[in-house]
Structures are given as structure tokens and as C-alpha cells.
């Protein structure tokens, strides 16, 4: 069985910062991709950052310059550096992996539980 276990939510003023993580763990042969992802309330899922497994990264527009992916592939585990916090960053943030369970046939993406990220004075 493979889970995704992000920590590193919490409450920051504004212009403050977080460090996320995610941790894979179970029976996984390898992982692809990986990602970040937040929903505000009453608003949709989107992609805040992604790093493929050679550590290739994008981001979404409205992080560029404050926010930082990493992963350390030997730890089957990511990171988000979230720095000048917004109001507006203010939302449930998920990680996702596609990877390849052991025995599995094709990689397939999971998810984790969130983690809240409140960004208020």
C-alpha cells in the first residue's frame, strides 16, 4: 500500500513563511513526477508547483519568485518553501506523485490528506 503524507501547514502572517513536505512511502518501485496542488474554499484545485524525477520545476505565475519545489529522491520526499506569504495563498495544499507500485503493472498518481495553509495577520 502507498501513502502520501504531507506536515509543515500552519498559521503565518503575512509575509511570512512555511516549509511543506511530503513523504512517500509502502511498497513503491519508483516515482515520476510530482506536485503540488491547493484549493481555497469555493474555488477549484490548481497546480501550484511541479519537479520531475531529474528535478525539473515549474510553477504557477502567482509563486514564481516566493515559492521553491525540491525533493530528495533518497528520502521519497518533497518539498514546498513557501516565502513572502499572501493572503491569497490561503488554502488546503496537496501533494501528488506518479509512481509505480511494487508489483503494480503502470504508474499511477496519488494523493495525500493536505495540509491547511492560513496566511493571516
Known amino acids: 500500500q502507498v501513502q502520501l503524507v504531507e506536515s509543515g501547514g500552519g498559521l503565518v502572517q503575512p509575509g511570512g513563511s512555511l516549509r511543506l513536505s511530503c513523504v512517500a512511502s509502502?511498497?513503491?518501485?519508483?516515482?515520476?513526477?510530482m506536485g503540488w496542488y491547493r484549493q481555497a474554499p469555493g474555488k477549484e484545485r490548481e497546480l501550484v508547483a511541479s519537479?520531475?524525477?531529474?528535478?525539473?520545476?515549474k510553477y504557477e505565475d502567482s509563486v514564481k519568485g516566493r515559492f521553491t519545489i525540491s525533493r530528495d529522491n533518497a528520502k521519497n520526499t518533497m518539498y514546498l518553501q513557501m516565502n513572502n506569504l499572501k493572503s491569497e495563498d490561503t488554502a488546503v495544499y496537496y501533494c501528488?506523485?506518479?509512481?509505480?507500485?511494487?508489483?503494480?503493472?503502470?504508474?499511477?498518481?496519488?494523493w495525500g490528506q493536505g495540509t491547511q495553509v492560513t496566511v493571516s495577520s
Open positions: 519537479i520531475n524525477s531529474g528535478g525539473s520545476t
Open positions: 509502502g511498497m513503491i518501485s519508483s516515482i515520476d513526477d
Open positions: 501528488n506523485a506518479v509512481l509505480m507500485a511494487l508489483m503494480a503493472g503502470t504508474p499511477r498518481g496519488y
